[in-house]
T-cell receptor, first 116, second 112 residues
Framework: DTGVSQDPRHKITKRGQNVTFRCDPI?????LYWYRQTLGQGPEFLTY????????KSRLLSNRFSAERPKGSFSTLEIQRTEQGDSAMYLC??????????????FGPGTRLTVT | EDQVTQSPEALRLQEGESSSLNCSYT??????LFWYRQDPGKGPEFLFT???AGEEKEKERLKATLTKKESFLHITAPKPEDSATYLC?????????????FGKGTKLTVNP
């Protein structure tokens, strides 16, 4: 169990550019979640996958955002035509449902995006 | 709409000075309440899950309790390494949503 990994850890981009982030969940976990966290705030839910199916999307996930989990393993989050308001930490989490006992979401280290 | 409010926003303690952090919540049926610890520049680290009023969980110097409207995270004789932001989150039972709704967190600083 190597934990949830995210790549890159930091990304600086210019407004209007597209960016893509990758998340590798804990290997046996079937659920994968994306959250966004801005300075001084708690994480805000964006979307989640059960295996390869995207089952829930927040209204925060505008049409410039798209997430995929093509083979039910790693996931990518793409932001098109980035805006300065997209600057945030993008967090990925995973869980195994149903699991043994109670279930919680394991978070990765995050990708910090800065849009200049 | 589900909401989580944490207080205080920031707390400074001397090493060994016990205190409590508060998490008030409104949710359409509570599936679970979660406490996470977050260090600067890192992702949240799971601490506890509570499911029903009256439940308590302990881990080292931390103890979490739950009522129908709020949760407390009690820190006994804290050490400088307990300095972090503590996040509270709820998961609702209705609507089939899997999302966690987080509060803004309490930033704890423990001075030696």
């Amino acid at each position: 169990d190597t934990g949830v990994s995210q790549d890159p850890r930091h990304k600086i981009t210019k407004r209007g550019q597209n960016v893509t982030f990758r998340c590798d969940p804990i290997s046996e976990h079937n659920r994968l979640y994306w959250y966004r966290q801005t300075l001084g705030q708690g994480p805000e839910f964006l979307t989640y996958f059960q295996n390869e199916a995207q089952l829930e999307k927040s209204r925060l996930l505008s049409n410039r955002f798209s997430a995929e989990r093509p083979k039910g393993s790693f996931s990518t989050l793409e932001i098109q035509r980035t805006e300065q308001g997209d600057s945030a930490m993008y967090l990925c989490a995973s869980s195994l449902v149903p699991g043994q006992g109670f279930v919680w979401q394991y978070f990765g280290p995050g990708t910090r995006l800065t849009v200049t | 709409e589900d909401q989580v409010t944490q207080s205080p926003e920031a707390l400074r303690l001397q090493e060994g000075e016990s205190s409590s952090l508060n998490c008030s919540y409104t949710v359409s049926g509570l599936r679970g309440l979660f406490w996470y610890r977050q260090d600067p520049g890192k992702g949240p680290e799971f601490l506890f899950t509570l499911y029903s009023a009256g439940e308590e969980k302990e881990k080292e110097r931390l103890k979490a309790t739950l009522t129908k409207k709020e949760s407390f995270l009690h820190i006994t004789a804290p050490k400088p390494e307990d300095s972090a932001t503590y996040l509270c989150a709820v998961q609702a039972n209705e609507g089939g949503s899997e999302k966690l709704v987080f509060g803004k967190g309490t930033k704890l600083t423990v001075n030696p």
